[in-house]
């Protein structure tokens, strides 16, 4: 429950006509005070904003929170104890917080084309989109556009540890630090984790001649997932 903080600002101002106006500026708030020959003690009145969670089971619980949106401060005026103006309302910023397993690992990252050895040359990735609809890496691009994060570079990975929709902020010490989304796998990357616990992920680039020499390999690289699944 929020309170109300106080505090007064004491004015003289001489004009001739008995009106107090208070105006909202971007870059503060204006008093214009018009009575006569009188001393109007006006009294800012601020409701400080709370703030509300939402409370996600698919986001990690070690991701860090994120606002929703910003949280509003509401402000009143009175003067001479008996007027009154309502200048903005209060709003409580809105955070959400994850409460899902945490999912910080190291391990191994690699790239691939839709030309790869085994792939299915069509460049048909193996998840359905959050919509439901197929996503081709040669007609559709190497890119997702997430409803949440934007757009996020396509990753391959093991379905069983990382479901379909799954964004990961990707760090291989060699390309900048990027954010993907799990909507593709393969047999060795099914492998890795399910016979030696090793995690294995794979860029998506688009032939596998620029995979091979785009920059991804990597034995080192953290992978920080920021929602599991969609």
Not at 10 to 30: D, E, H, K, Q, W
Not at 149 to 174: K, W
Request: with cysteine; net charge negative.
């Amino acid at each position: 429950m929020t309170k109300k903080v106080k505090f007064s600002l004491f004015l003289s101002i001489s004009a001739m006509v008995t009106i107090i106006t208070v105006t909202m500026l971007n870059t503060g708030t204006t008093i214009y005070n018009n009575v006569g020959d009188k001393t109007a003690t006006v009294l800012n009145e601020i409701e400080p904003y709370g703030t509300d969670y939402i409370y996600v089971s698919n986001m990690p619980s070690n991701a860090e929170p994120i606002v929703i949106s910003e949280g509003i401060n509401g402000l009143d005026y009175t003067y001479d104890g008996l007027n009154y103006i309502h200048l903005s309302d209060m709003k409580n910023e809105v955070v959400k917080v994850g409460t899902g397993k945490q999912g910080n690992y190291k391990g191994k990252l690699t790239g691939y084309g839709p030309d790869c050895p085994g792939c299915s040359k069509v460049g048909n990735v193996a998840c359905r989109t959050e919509n439901g609809k197929n996503h081709s890496l040669i007609y559709d691009g190497l890119y997702y556009t997430d409803d949440e994060y934007g757009s996020v570079r396509i990753l391959a990975a093991d379905h069983n540890l990382f479901p379909c929709g799954t964004i990961v902020t990707v760090d291989n010490g060699t390309l900048n630090k990027f954010t993907g989304i799990v909507l593709d796998t393969g047999s060795a990357m099914r492998g890795a984790w399910r016979n030696e616990g090793v995690v294995w992920m794979d860029l998506a680039f688009t032939s596998q001649k620029e995979a091979l020499t785009g920059g991804a390999t990597s034995s080192n690289t953290s992978f920080n997932v920021q929602r599991w699944g969609w």
